[in-house]
């Protein structure tokens, strides 16, 4: 299913959130997700100064650290219309977190 078919005006960019996982254990996953986006015409752009989202150190108690863990990657995305996230845990510590 194509985009074009879904949405009436699909946006021109999106921002890509890596996640670490990607990061570090599925990098293949993350090129490939932002190929499937690329073959609608829509440039991905990948900010280099993103981070993980905080989730670990969320999960493991460590509140004090994934709060500026979290703020470091929301600073990253804070100006962009459209951010695609290939975890929702990752987007839901985010936005809920």
Same mark, same amino acid.
């Given at each position: 299913?194509?985009?074009?078919?879904? &949405? %009436? $005006? %699909?946006?021109? #960019?999106?921002?890509? @959130?890596?996640?670490?996982?990607? $990061?570090? @254990? &599925?990098?293949?996953?993350?090129?490939?997700?932002?190929?499937?986006?690329?073959?609608?015409?829509?440039?991905?752009?990948?900010? #280099?100064? #993103?981070?993980?989202?905080? #989730?670990?150190? &969320?999960?493991?108690?460590?509140?004090?650290?994934?709060?500026?863990?979290?703020?470091?990657?929301?600073?990253?995305?804070?100006? @962009? $219309?459209?951010?695609?996230?290939?975890?929702?845990?990752?987007?839901?510590?985010?936005?809920?977190?």
């Amino acid at each position: 299913m194509s985009l074009r078919t879904t &949405y %009436p $005006d %699909p946006p021109k #960019q999106v921002y890509f @959130f890596g996640t670490c996982l990607v $990061d570090m @254990f &599925y990098p293949e996953a993350g090129l490939a997700g932002m190929e499937l986006i690329r073959r609608e015409g829509i440039t991905v752009i990948f900010p #280099q100064d #993103q981070t993980c989202c905080g #989730q670990p150190a &969320y999960n493991s108690g460590t509140r004090a650290d994934a709060t500026k863990i979290a703020k470091q990657v929301i600073r990253a995305f804070e100006s @962009f $219309d459209y951010i695609v996230a290939p975890s929702g845990s990752c987007a839901g510590m985010l936005k809920k977190h």
